[in-house]
């Protein structure tokens, strides 16, 4: 019993290594094949597609998450006096944590699955290997446009949740707590540096290669049928957030010592 | 033109083909037929480089492609050709686009210049002024006529086609086979089609090559298979239930 045991996780954990090894070659051919000239129209295309179209979930997500932390945190610093404060917070807390990993997860969710299921159900089509036989390296042509485009607009899209969140939470400090617009403002003025920022939006470019690179791996080793897609779908989102939220920790150890 | 050296695969430990010792001369058309799940396809995409065999060796135009890697390889594939047993065709693109494909990818070709060759190899193949239709509004026999006008855009000198008449009609089968013998005369491609429609078979073939069990039973003419004092074959080729059906058979007669 206890050596089934032993023995099932230790498949797992085989397994996991093996997916994990697989997943650095990638990225390491998709790296090396970023020295060639990238297909531009190619980039244009997909950072229409996954970043433009993902903008209007983002900002919904992003006011409502700036709202709600401003009146967690408005209704507690007012107790103390600190009401001077709030802007402050709620832009750091924004822009180093929020945005980025609330944008994250909602690219992984929709944009991640975009990828796994559009190169899955080319897989299971025979139309990567339809690319092969025609000579083209399906790395250069359907993996490196798209870690591009969610390299450089998952960033871009932090900026405006940065933004929205933080009138989000202008709109709750004023309307709801009963905070000037001064003092909102200038707090955050006072409390947020460039450095904030610049945290958020190199979070948010390790967050759109993540996507990017996982769910193109998981399209590109779909299994058979309509099921296989659907499995590596779902196996392509969860795997995405879960390591958005790891590696945000070790990010956030990293550039705000 | 094709060369295959005792190739063996495997996958997952289970024996797919087993000593496999196959060549395919210049300019011929090479027909391997065999029950489902036989090998024929595994055989088809080992030379193209689409699989690596466990063992052996693959020549193409004289050059072993077996350990290639895969930018070299893409030397080799731009020489050849192939129609897919569901077509493949990029469902994202247009016919037009899907046709256009290799010249845009491997030639420096004007768009003008294409959209002549476009307009040539859907002519060719029955489907004038359907450039512009996507591949999801196509039957599936349609969908076979753009893969092989795909195929053939960048003139290759080796065209590989797997199940080419799967799923189709007769009448649509017969087109089919005269596209493919078409593609043999006007661009004098070595092919090797991989069908278990003996009627295809029997028409298009130079040589029939038969695989049972993941490995080759019988090399030979049309003539030659007719003729064949293999069982297996005669089993195959007659469609009865067993080979001592046809051995019972062959006793009556005589």
Known sequence: MLLAIVESIGRQVILWMENSGRIVILLGNTLFHLREKPRINHVLHQMAHLGVDSLPIVLLTILFTGMVITLQTATEFIKYGAQSSVGGVVAIAMARELAPVLTGVVVAGRVGAAITAEIGSMKVTEQIDALRVMAINPIKYLVVPRLLACVIMVPILVIFADVIGTIGGYLVATLYAGISSFTYINSITIFTVVNDIMGGLIKAMFFGGIIAIIGCYKGLTTGEGAEGVGRATTASVVSSIILIFISNYFLSLVLYR | ?254
Request: hydrophobic share 40%.
């Open chain 2, 1 to 254: 033109m094709i060369k295959l050296e005792n190739i063996s695969m495997s996958f997952h430990g289970k024996h797919i083909l087993q000593g496999i010792d196959l060549e395919v001369k210049k300019g011929e058309t090479l027909v391997v037929i065999g029950p489902s799940g036989s090998g024929k396809s595994t055989l088809l995409r080992l030379m193209v480089g689409l699989l690596r065999p466990t063992q052996g060796e693959v020549w193409i135009k004289g050059q072993e492609i077996s350990r290639l890697s895969e930018d070299h390889l893409n030397t080799i594939r731009i020489g050849m050709g192939m129609v897919f047993q569901y077509s493949a065709l990029f469902d994202s693109m247009t016919v037009g686009d899907n046709v256009a494909f290799g010249l845009r990818e491997h030639t420096a070709m004007t768009e003008a210049e294409i959209h002549k060759i476009v307009t040539r190899n859907l002519r060719m193949v029955g489907l004038a002024g359907q450039q512009d239709v996507m591949p999801n509004e196509l039957s599936g026999g349609m969908k076979k006529r753009v893969s092989l006008a795909r195929a053939i855009a960048i003139r290759p000198e080796i065209m590989l086609y797997d199940e080419p008449t799967a799923g189709l009609d007769p009448i649509m089968s017969g087109t089919i086979d005269r596209l493919i013998m078409n593609a043999k005369r006007v661009l004098g491609v070595t092919s090797v089609v991989v069908t278990h429609h003996m009627s295809s078979a029997f028409k298009i073939a130079d040589r029939v090559a038969m695989i049972h069990g993941g490995r080759i039973i019988e090399v030979g003419t049309v003539e030659q298979i007719k003729q064949s004092e293999n069982a297996v074959v005669q089993q195959f080729i007659l469609g009865l239930k067993s080979p001592s059906a046809y051995i019972r058979r062959r006793s009556e007669m005589k």
